[in-house]
């Protein structure tokens, strides 16, 4: 700081209308303007942990509130990752590969540790490990609707368990090969029936990868088939607030087409091209829920490709490309294409008025903290300004973990909570429910001295002339950020350790904040305040208090 802003002396009258005023501009609402976040909960290690912990068994009606409570104190969206009837046969499959999961669990026990994939769905019934019927499961859903909460669960469209009944009631629901493909392919399991039939089912599959072995594939020239997997999801609708479907762009025609033409004939084909899923799907489900239960139901769409498509359809949508852009910067070390990703992201949102679903982690990938390493907070405090998104976090993230559990593990590994880590997801998350940041205007602003080594991210409202600066260093080098200051600032705030920025430099006109690689500081501005007031300890105190 120079000298002369560091020697005034606020009165205390002005000081205490000062901090009120920024309490009030950061003040926590339960807005959804433009930044909402998701928490993923795998659901079945979430209750063993529980249950290990309080030492008897807990289903989700049995949650204690001290553990809802830390988590709405968090997050406004909920993911209960994997809370249907698990298959039997795809445990059997997932036993095949215990060796594999022993980088996770060293000391894992094949029959007690591994389970089936919570993607080989064997039937939309409840896990009775996670509740004993829906009545349980919707007190859970009513009780965190009233703290406005709101609960997304799995659809998984492209392919249904081993075990499941439709392979016996409805084996024309599936794609069906013969005794050649099944010989000359590894594309096919062979199933007797209890007639004694044989016949040739399609494994669930990606285009650009080889076969889940543990489930099979549906088969959506199949019209019937459609109209009962609609079916289940006006079911199911009953008991959530949305859906995170699972590789929803495979069951787009184009994909299916792609994936599975080859063994359809023409008047199939026609059949898929005629009736995309998603198109008739969606509309019908968010109508009859609005209609009937005066709900908006949501969906989420895990897609890779084809996304302008699931746009028409879908609310939220995966943006991986700003996933890969974020390791790729940290790979090279440049930043311009990943700045100039953030500011398109920013700049044009979807004219077709879906939004996108961000992260850093999910249960696909693996930690942040391993694959971004020290720049993780700084990636990750990036994605969770994306304005207009859904900042997805997954289960673990905010406490630093750094190993990703197997889908197929029925426990986690123990690891030590990061307390840095876990308070930079609490001052994040904070920041990013403030009134300031979702109802302000964000953009991405330069650097005045030149440096354009750092990213700038301005927050105005130009209602209470206030302004935040989140500068964010995502190279290996010490940046100098830069910008002009009308202002009175109140304070400039660490978010990567959590502690007052002290090495920053102010004039009447000129913010500079010095940036070590991976760091990140936040400075709160307002035009209202008449005096300069962060030296005082108190002020700081009780501003930091509520930006963390």
């Not at 699972?246 to 025609?253: E, K």
């Not at 609310?315 to 070390?333: A, E, F, R, V, W």
């Not at 009308?486 to 090495?503: A, H, P």
Request: hydrophobic content about 35%; glycine content about 4%; charged content about 25%.
């Amino acid at each position: 700081m120079t000298s002369e802003t560091a020697t005034r002396a606020p009165q205390t009258e002005t000081l205490q209308k000062n901090i009120e005023i920024q309490l009030e501009l950061l003040n926590s609402v339960e807005s959804e303007k433009q930044l909402r976040s998701i928490y993923l909960i795998n659901t079945r290690l979430w209750l063993d942990d529980l249950s290990k912990k309080y030492q008897t068994r807990i289903t989700i009606g049995g949650v204690p509130q001290e553990e809802w409570k830390k988590l709405f104190e968090r997050h406004d969206n909920f993911w209960f990752m994997g809370i249907y009837k698990p298959s039997q046969i795809g445990q059997e499959c997932a036993k095949q590969y215990v060796e594999q999961y022993r980088g996770y669990l060293p000391d894992i026990d094949k029959d007690k540790d591994v389970v089936a994939s919570p993607f080989a769905v064997a039937g939309y019934c409840l896990n009775p490990l996670i509740a004993k019927d829906w009545q349980e499961w919707d007190q859970m859903v009513e009780m965190l609707n009233q703290k406005n909460k709101k609960i997304f669960i799995d659809f998984v469209p492209n392919h249904t368990a081993i075990d499941h009944p439709w392979v016996e009631s409805h084996p024309e629901y599936y794609i069906q090969g013969n005794e050649q493909l099944y010989f000359s392919t590894n594309n096919f399991l062979q199933i007797k029936n209890k007639q004694g039939e044989i016949k040739y089912f399609a494994y669930g599959k990606d285009p650009n990868f080889g076969p889940w072995i543990d489930t099979l594939q549906l088969n959506y020239s199949n019209l019937e088939l459609q109209k009962t997997m609609r079916q289940e999801i006006e079911q199911l609708s009953q008991h959530a607030d949305g859906f995170r479907c699972d590789m929803a762009m495979l069951i787009n025609p184009e994909t299916f087409l792609r994936s599975w033409g080859w063994c359809l004939n023409e008047e199939e084909k026609k059949r898929v091209e005629e009736n995309p899923f998603w198109q008739k799907t969606i509309p019908e489900i968010k109508k009859k829920a609005i209609l009937d239960n005066k709900r908006n139901i949501e969906f989420i769409a895990e897609a890779y490709w084809e996304e302008v498509e699931l746009g028409k359809y879908f609310d939220y949508i995966y943006n991986h490309d700003l996933y890969k852009k974020l390791k790729t910067s940290i790979k090279t070390g440049s930043i311009d294409d990943l700045k100039g990703y953030i500011n398109y992201l920013i700049n044009n949102p979807n004219g077709l008025g879906n939004f996108w679903a961000v992260y850093t982690e999910n249960h696909d990938e693996d930690r942040a903290v391993r694959t971004m390493g020290k720049l993780s907070k700084a990636a990750t405090t990036i994605t969770a300004l994306i304005g207009n998104s859904m900042f997805l976090l997954n289960q673990g993230q905010e406490e630093g973990f750094s190993f990703r559990p197997p889908m197929q593990v029925a426990r986690f590994k123990d690891e030590n909570v990061d307390q840095n880590m876990a308070k930079f997801y609490d001052d994040l998350l904070k920041i990013r429910r403030s009134t300031l940041f979702q109802e302000g205007k964000i953009k991405i602003i330069d650097s005045t001295n030149g440096d354009n080594n750092s990213i700038i991210f301005e927050i105005s409202d130009s209602k209470t002339k206030s302004r935040a600066i989140v500068a964010i260093n995502m190279t290996q080098l010490t940046t100098f950020a830069q910008i002009n200051k009308g202002e009175n600032y109140l304070s400039v705030y660490n978010l990567t350790n959590g502690s007052k920025s002290n090495d920053d430099e102010a004039t009447d006109q000129k913010l500079t904040l010095k940036l070590n690689p991976g760091e990140v500081k936040i400075a709160c501005l307002n035009q209202i305040c008449e005096v300069y007031c962060s030296k005082s300890d108190y002020a700081l105190t009780e501003i930091v208090s509520r930006v963390s």
